[in-house]
């Protein structure tokens, strides 16, 4: 099976630090969101495609393992790497890296279900979903 991946750069805001200059834990989300839209723009599967779908794509969980701080000047990068599960359900793991030296900073994952536009579950993956998995996973 095709592994899918993505990894972009991003800068630390001075809103997003501390008065130590540490990375506030609350601004890691939106790293990922980052991560996530660029996955998305890349394999087809943007919130706009899903949304198309009828569908939504809400994030039920998300986890992360802090290694070391980011700090105010860093210029780190996120690796986004989708995890195929047969569940109606989206997986991305995450790593981010100290670009100056390729060090971990930290880990993460999240775990999105599908809803229809009424935002009612659903158990098995949207047509689409399974139209989307075997054209990038099957290659």
Not at 18 to 44: I, N, Q, T
Not at 69 to 88: E, F, N
Request: net charge negative; glycine share 6%.
């Amino acid at each position: 099976m095709k592994e899918l991946t993505e990894n972009i750069d991003f800068e630390i805001r001075f809103n997003e630090v501390d008065s130590m200059g540490v990375v506030w834990h609350g601004a890691y989300p939106l790293y990922l969101e980052d991560a996530r839209e660029a996955f998305g723009r890349k394999y087809g599967l943007d919130y706009l495609t899903i949304f198309g779908n009828g569908c939504f794509a809400p994030i039920v969980e998300m986890s992360f393992k802090y290694k070391k701080p980011l700090m105010y000047g860093m210029h780190p990068s996120v690796a986004i790497r989708y995890v195929p599960t047969d569940a109606a359900k989206i997986l991305f793991d995450y790593t981010i890296y100290d670009t100056a030296n390729n060090t971990v900073v930290a880990t993460g994952r999240s775990v999105q279900v599908f809803t229809d536009t009424r935002h009612q579950l659903l158990w098995f993956n949207p047509p689409f979903y399974e139209e989307w998995k075997r054209k990038w996973l099957e290659r």
